[in-house]
């Protein structure tokens, strides 16, 4: 089986501080049309396409639609696809809302969010990974303990492709003067308390003091989608 991580060199071993615009470079040189990117269009993910943009003319950018974006994610995803010309491609689950409602029961989220993430979100995500031979995401380190030790280029073991992370050592702070200083667009919600924006049904404002993803399914302890450990 062909596992382009034997034969990747470059940068697989891009020390901490390596420029993301490098790492981004360096990635589609490497990779060329076997590399695409996704976004939830976070803050992280506003700044990555801003970077990729620059690096690529026609940059491939996916992002999954579950189906229960909040209406801001949407506009955001407009006004980014105008700002740089990009026609973002949706990945959806193989079952609609409906359908899922039908063979599972209503709000699957609620009793079993796990498998509502595998059915939207991660099960698209391996469908599409498999097309490529890396993919870019925007994590950080700091976001939760299974991004803690996230590199800037490494070896994807769940979905067995290259992972790209350009901002895997940078701070929500590094993160927002970025935006700042390059006046980027982002989701307004962030300015009414929604730090980390997911599925509307599993997100809610976050209270003063409380961490970054607090509002992501904060009935359970559930910290991650799954698309990243
Ligand atoms: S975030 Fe919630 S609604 Fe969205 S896929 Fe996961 S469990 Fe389902």
């Known amino acids: 089986m062909y596992r382009p991580w034997e034969a990747i060199g470059g940068l697989t071993d891009a020390p901490d501080g390596t420029d993301p615009i490098e790492v981004l470079r360096w990635a589609s040189?490497?990779?060329?049309?076997?590399?695409?990117?996704?976004?939830?269009?976070?803050?992280?993910?506003?700044?990555?396409?801003?970077?990729?943009?620059?690096?690529?003319?026609?940059?491939q950018i996916f992002y999954l639609d579950t189906g229960f974006l909040f209406s801001e994610t949407h506009e955001l995803r407009e006004r980014l696809g105008t700002r740089y010309g990009i026609e973002f491609e949706r990945v959806e689950p193989e079952l609609s809302v409906d359908a899922q409602a039908s063979r599972f029961g209503d709000q699957l989220w609620t009793r079993e969010p796990d498998r509502c993430c595998s059915l939207r979100k991660v099960v698209p995500l391996r469908r599409r990974l498999r097309d490529l031979d890396a993919w870019i995401t925007s994590i950080r380190r700091d976001q939760t303990p299974s991004r803690a030790a996230s590199r800037p280029v490494e070896w994807d073991t769940k979905f067995e492709l290259v992972k790209i992370n350009p901002l895997a050592t940078w701070s929500s702070g590094d993160v927002w003067s970025y935006i700042q200083e390059h006046d980027l667009p982002y989701n307004v919600l962030h300015d009414s308390?929604?730090?980390s924006?997911?599925?509307?049904n599993c997100t809610r404002a976050v209270q003063s003091g409380e961490a970054e993803r607090a509002g992501r399914w904060s009935w359970t302890a559930k910290v991650e989608c799954g698309l990243h450990g």
């Not at 060329?32 to 620059?54: H, K, N, Q």
């Not at 924006?197 to 509307?200: A, L, V, Y």
């Open 29 to 59: 040189a490497r990779f060329g049309d076997r590399v695409a990117m996704a976004t939830g269009f976070g803050p992280e993910g506003v700044v990555v396409v801003d970077m990729l943009s620059r690096v690529v003319e026609s940059p």
């Open 193 to 195: 308390g929604y730090p």
């Open 197 to 200: 924006i997911g599925c509307t």
